[in-house]
């Protein structure tokens, strides 16, 4: 058993480091790599998911008791309906739904699974694994599908006590938090959210963001209330502002007024994510302009490089804004039908 994967919902073994060559790998196995691999296994293509994580690891990653911002149907892949009472569902709700979605197209998913290089060309990658225990295989794939995501790699602000452990590029629960001194730094959704709840449970909160106010996209709900917190002086906020060092037992703010130095237990950074351009770019994909968007066809999704495809939240580069698994998990779609429009004129599905 060693030697064999468990194939999901089946309880059939498969050999992990087969030959015969898969007719479409996806790297990442979140929602919309899941939504790929359903679209191009209802076309007919044998199919394969490899996700350095657990399933929908990003999600995974998420606040603890974090509710979407959007409603149960625009979550859904693969014509199977999210059921939930709630208008706005919460996390462990979508955890559920994705696992169950996975179950039932029987998808070939290997977790804990790390890419690290892609060779071959179209018609012929081969994918380099390694788990988490080090061991490394090689997976064959006609054409690849790369959809994943930006959430693990946060934007970093290169500051003096950044690596200290008191700081954190994630928020998730409030409850170790309660008592202490905590600085917030950022203007967006998560901080706000992370804000509002640190306060909530009785931390003492700091809120830092360059801009001159709450960013105007954060949600409707969430604006006012975080913005009432500030006028009353439940939670302190320095605007037009910036974290310029942190230290064992402080913080050092550059503030309009001048330098502000303020006691800190500990620090969220929560200034946004960006996508693994080392590893597109690894693959020959190109990108352009400050956004760094990648290269690839706006109706087929297949990149500069031939046989393979961007979906998902990659597409857009550093806009990582304009996509969400609301409309990311359509690419699926685009992708699947470019494929069997290419099966049908070419020869690169030849066995």
Known sequence: ??????????????????????????????????????????????????????????????????????????LEIGNIPFPSPNQKPSRNEALQ?????????????????????????????????????????????????????????????????ENLSKVMHYYDDPHPYAGLDVLVIGGKNSAAIAALELWRHGARVTLVHRGPDIHRHVKYWIKPDIENRIKNGEVTAYFDSQVAEITLDTVRIQAPEGPVILRNDFVFALVGYHPDFTFIESLGVRSEGPDRLPICDPESLESNVPGIYLAGVIVAGKRTNEIFIENGRFHGKQIATDLAAKKTTGPLFAS
């Open 1 to 74: 058993m060693s030697d064999a994967l468990l194939e999901p919902g089946t309880g059939l073994t498969m050999p992990e480091d087969s030959h015969e060559p898969y007719d479409v790998l996806v790297i990442g196995a979140g929602p919309t790599g899941l939504a790929c691999a359903i679209d191009a296994q209802n076309a007919g293509f044998r199919v394969v998911l490899v996700e350095k994580g657990c399933l929908c690891n990003s999600l995974y990653n998420y606040p603890a008791h974090m509710t979407f911002f959007t409603t149960p149907e625009l």
């Open 97 to 161: 739904y994705y696992r169950q979605v996975a179950a039932h197209y029987k998808l070939d998913v290997r977790q804990y699974h790390r890419v690290e290089q892609v060779t071959g060309s179209d018609g012929s990658f081969v994918v380099h694994t390694k788990d988490r225990f080090g061991r490394t295989g090689t997976l064959h794939t006609r054409k690849l599908v790369v959809a994943t995501g930006y959430y693990d790699l946060p934007n970093y602000l290169n500051i003096p006590g």
